[in-house]
């Protein structure tokens, strides 16, 4: 379905330029000769394939294709210096970070990798507008990386039209340089790229389509086999995908959504037809800005009629436009 064929408001606040230090990521470093094959019979992206200055979005899932992990990956020279193979580097959010690692070392078999979550080597910085332009001017297009000294530079999605980066830098390095962004607006700004992280409320709900993975980057149909990778195929290439992700405003002043709570549409009073997937406060300068979210819902639901959180008489949804197009529509 065309997001522009949805009925829709469009957000007027803008995102300003900052550095904000991310709290909620964690980062597993892979190591080993068989590094890249293992992970490329995990994930549902092409690891085999990714450049040295590039990154890519992946989902770890389950058998039956449905999303346990998401991941920002990208490559370092290895830290040991016998290795020939570079190092692989997976930025996930830090709740599902341990029970990832755990499914995800129990595969590793006879291969030569090695797993470990070395989360409390590193800080992460969000970086948005100008302030990417002081430290890594080149990564400026999704999905570039810059490799600078011991700090890696990833270009993500935009939100609202600014650009903006993930800085992962070695604890004792400094803080990249540029006015501090609150972790509320950086948290809008996730919401607003309509790119959804897996975390624990979600973790194996959805098949990537449900979240539009394969339309940001986050699935590659011709690669070899991974976990999941049968339904995964089958839900894009023989049959009409019945649930999509979708950035909505919810006008709530008195309750606040979170993750998992459902959303109806007044067809059906008793039915749920999505959920929130994630969900941020709008940065306004009084409580009228409610919140915006992302949620994953079944598509008949975005053509005409009523969204409401919670129940029938909840609080008012409204969908925005898609910040990218949906691949059946490219």
């Known amino acids: 379905m065309n997001p522009s ?9 803008e995102l300003p330029s900052g550095v ?3 709290e909620h990521l964690g980062i597993i470093r892979v190591t080993g000769a068989d590094a890249a094959s293992f992970l490329q019979g995990q994930l549902t992206n092409d690891v085999a394939l990714l450049g040295m200055n590039e990154s890519r979005l ?3 899932c389950s058998a039956k294709g449905r999303m346990q992990a998401s991941f920002i990956i990208y490559k370092r020279p290895a830290l040991d210096t016998t290795q020939t193979t570079p190092d692989i580097y997976m930025v996930c959010s830090r709740d599902i970070l341990a029970p990832t690692l755990k499914r995800l070392s129990m595969f590793v078999m006879r291969a030569k990798a090695k797993l470990t979550d ?8 969000g970086l948005t507008g100008n302030t990417i332009n002081l430290i890594a001017a080149q990564a400026i297009n999704t999905p570039a990386t810059v490799i600078f000294n011991a700090s890696t530079a990833i270009a993500l999605h935009p939100a609202l039209g600014q650009t903006r980066a993930l800085c ?3 604890v004792g390095d400094a803080a990249p340089v540029g006015e501090t962004l609150s972790a509320e607006i950086w948290n809008w700004s996730e919401v607003h790229t309509g790119i959804a ?3 624990a409320p979600i973790v194996e709900a959805y098949v990537p389509q449900m979240l539009n993975y394969e339309s940001v980057g986050g699935v590659n149909f ?12 089958r839900s894009q290439f023989r049959g009409t995908l019945k649930r999509r992700a979708y950035v909505v405003q919810i006008d709530s002043t008195d309750t606040q959504p979170v993750v998992g709570h459902e959303v109806f549409h007044d067809l059906d009073a ?3 037809c999505g959920m929130v997937v994630q969900v941020a406060k709008n940065p306004a300068t009084d409580s009228s800005g409610g919140y915006s979210a992302i949620v994953s819902m079944q598509v008949s639901a975005t053509v005409g009629g009523k969204l409401t959180l919670g129940s029938a008489s909840g609080a008012d949804i409204t969908l925005l436009p898609l910040p990218y197009p949906l691949l059946e529509d490219i």
Request: hydrophobic fraction near 40%; charged fraction near 15%; aromatic fraction near 12%.
């Open 5 to 13: 064929s949805i009925k829709h408001t469009q957000s007027s606040a």
């Open 20 to 22: 904000v230090k991310l």
């Open 58 to 60: 992946a989902a770890f």
């Open 118 to 125: 070395v989360t409390a080597e590193f800080n992460f910085f």
């Open 168 to 170: 992962v830098t070695p």
């Open 197 to 199: 992280t897996i975390t």
């Open 222 to 233: 011709k690669k070899g086999c991974y976990p999941g990778q049968e339904v995964v195929a």
């Open 270 to 272: 008793e039915q749920a």
